[in-house]
């Protein structure tokens, strides 16, 4: 998969995942408490830290090569300064919920949800973010250089 393709992706993926923490309603049972965990610390390591080491090796290193122009150089320095608070973030929610893995019931699968729910909805802020700036940049770079997908593969 070239990188752009894989940019729009996993933009879709972490809206679509994001829903779907969202809307974990289901009533607590052991089970469903160890499915949310696992579900959510994968989503992390693949859609949030994997992701983001994606984007500062691969993104913006394109768009800050193909551009000379201030609004690109600030996006792009406010989406790096975004990564580093969103995975400092990621780290504390991962140390939080560590302890409380090991005596799981009703009231810490809430603690558990409601702990996610900040950090749920800043990456879902970051990623809209991106959609509406980072994607139209790319795209018009590709164009406006007459480069073809092929460069950024
Ligand atoms: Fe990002
Ligand atoms: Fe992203």
């Known amino acids: 998969m070239d990188k752009l393709s894989r940019e729009v992706f996993e933009h879709g993926k972490v809206l679509e995942e994001l829903y779907f923490f969202d809307n974990y309603t289901k009533v607590f049972s052991r089970v469903s408490c160890e499915d949310y965990l696992e579900k959510i610390n994968t989503f992390l390591d693949e859609f949030v830290i994997e992701h ?10 394109f768009i800050l090569e193909k551009c000379n122009r201030y609004y690109e150089e600030k ?8 990564h580093l608070i969103i995975l400092e973030h990621v780290a504390e ?4 919920i560590k302890p409380l893995t090991s005596r799981l019931n009703s009231e810490i699968f809430c603690k558990i949800l409601l702990l996610s729910q900040p950090l749920r909805r800043e990456i879902m802020s970051h990623a809209r973010k991106e959609d509406e700036q980072l994607l139209p940049a790319i795209k018009k770079y590709l164009v406006s250089f007459n480069c073809s997908n092929s460069e950024l593969i």
């Not at 996006?75 to 975004?82: S, V």
């Not at 929610?93 to 939080?96: G, L, S, V």
Request: charged share 45%; proline share 5%; hydrophobic share 40%.
């Open 52 to 61: 983001f080491e994606f984007e500062e090796k691969e993104i913006f290193p």
């Open 75 to 82: 996006m792009i320095q406010e989406l790096r300064d975004e």
């Open 93 to 96: 929610f991962k140390a939080q």
